[in-house]
């Protein structure tokens, strides 16, 4: 065989490993962060769901502040 032949052979085959290896190298990088994202959402979703909670608290407190100095203001009169 001509050593041309080899080379392009050897060339050829080099550049399938090293093509095949960047693909695996990218698709375990995107899978990776694909992971991180749906963590961040998840905390996402869990605060989400924790806010109307807090908001109705909130809304009862008020309510409880407003008697409470209506209250105070019928006694002072």
Do not use: C, Y
Not at 3 to 25: P, Y
Not at 39 to 48: P, R
Not at 62 to 67: G, M
């Amino acid at each position: 065989m001509n050593r041309e032949i080899i080379v392009a052979l050897v060339s050829m085959i080099g550049t399938i490993i090293g093509s095949f290896g960047g693909i695996i190298t990218s698709s375990k990088l995107t899978s990776f962060r694909l992971e991180k994202l749906e963590q961040k959402v998840d905390k996402h979703n869990s605060f989400a769901e924790r806010m109307p909670v807090v908001e109705e608290k909130i809304k009862v407190l008020n309510h409880r502040i407003e008697d409470l100095e209506r209250g105070i203001a019928n006694e002072s009169k």
